[in-house]
């Protein structure tokens, strides 16, 4: 199988995520850039990093490369299987996150909120637990939580990563400043909007 570089990787991910909410059994080229934003040869170089076996006549079968994308990039087709994930901080990015459907459509279900704040976890209004970090380790094992959110304030974020890495979390979408410093068996993605929107305007 070909080696898949990381940007295609993301944008293969992207695109699993928006053939699974199709309707059609067909989409051109031209479709998924209008859907995506990307030019044409950037999809169709994607795609060819793929192992497909069927022709490309008026266009793809829609479940076929979904199925293909996911099986490229070893990432779960079946809906009906979902990995548990958790968010830490339930601050205004933490309850943002908690009340949006980012979770919606994807392999991921979101089972758990953690704060310090005890306040807030009775307060808060939701159909998702929400548990004090006092009982995070104990959570995180009887909920078998695989991926956590970190949304806690920057100077706590080693410290709460750590904390769940030593529960056995398989990745953390960090969206602190703080850069973490974890095992490498532990997949970190950094999500810092300032950091991206500076890669936009590099040359
Ligand atoms: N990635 C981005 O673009 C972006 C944008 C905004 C904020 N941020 C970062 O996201 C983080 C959260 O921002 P915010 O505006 O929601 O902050 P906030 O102060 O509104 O919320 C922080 C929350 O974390 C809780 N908390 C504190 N210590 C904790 C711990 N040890 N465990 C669990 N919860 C704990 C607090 O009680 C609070 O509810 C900050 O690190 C901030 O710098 C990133």
Not at 97 to 118: I, Q, R, Y
Not at 155 to 167: N, P
Request: proline share 3%.
């Amino acid at each position: 199988m070909k080696k898949i570089p990381g940007p295609s990787k993301k944008r293969l991910f992207t695109l699993a995520r928006l053939l699974s909410q199709q309707k059609k059994e067909k989409i051109t080229s031209v479709e998924l850039s209008a859907l995506t934003g990307w030019g044409e040869a950037t999809i169709r170089r994607d795609i060819s990093l793929l192992e497909l076996h069927n022709g490309v006549s008026n266009g793809y079968d829609v479940k076929i490369l979904h199925d293909a994308i996911c099986s490229s990039l070893q990432i779960n087709s079946d809906q009906a299987e979902k990995h548990p994930c958790c968010i830490v901080g339930l601050g205004k990015l933490g309850e943002a996150l908690l009340e949006s459907s980012v979770f919606k459509g994807s392999s991921f279900e979101l089972v758990a909120g953690f704060d310090t704040n005890f306040n807030k976890i009775e307060i808060m209004k939701t159909e998702i637990p929400l548990f004090a970090t006092l009982d995070l380790e104990k959570k995180i094992r009887s909920l078998k939580i695989e991926y956590a959110v970190l949304a806690v304030p920057d100077e706590k974020a080693q410290f709460m990563a750590d904390r769940l890495i030593a529960c056995g979390i398989r990745g953390i979408v960090n969206y602190t400043n703080t850069v973490l410093s974890v095992p490498k068996e532990v997949r970190v993605e950094h999500v810092n909007t300032a950091v991206i929107l500076t890669g936009m305007c590099a040359c």
